[in-house]
């Protein structure tokens, strides 16, 4: 089926960087857009950033101009690089992927695990 393994997440000082990346599995699903999401405790999940498999993007206010998402269709995997990281933005960072089943012309949204991601100020 679809599998999506997320890597990258650590502890970091404020100011520094990270790079997220997830990889999505699958062998008989088109992966469309992508996207990361983060929760932080006691809070909601939120959209960090997508991008589509033509490469638009979309990030959400608190982390434009500091975070780049991008994409290797060939690999199936998406970045999340993470640059002037604030303490703010410590959180659990969740991969999603859009997926359709081109026989069965059916879409499904899957989830990552998370990976954690604690910035020290």
């Known amino acids: 089926q679809v599998q999506l393994v997320e890597s990258g997440g650590g502890l970091v000082q404020a100011g520094g960087s990270l790079r997220l990346s997830c990889v999505a599995s699958t062998t008989s699903w088109i992966i469309n857009t992508m996207g990361w999401y983060r929760q932080a405790a006691g809070k909601q999940r939120e959209l960090v950033a997508t991008?589509?498999?033509?490469?638009?993007?979309n990030y959400a206010p608190s982390v434009r101009g500091r975070f780049t998402i991008s994409r290797d269709n060939a690999k199936n995997t998406v970045y999340l690089q993470m640059n002037s990281l604030k303490s703010e933005d410590t959180a659990v960072y969740y991969c999603n992927a859009d997926l359709l089943n081109p026989s069965a012309y059916v879409r499904q949204n899957y989830w990552g695990q998370g990976t954690q991601v604690t910035v020290s100020s």
């Open positions: 991008i589509t498999s033509g490469g638009s993007t």
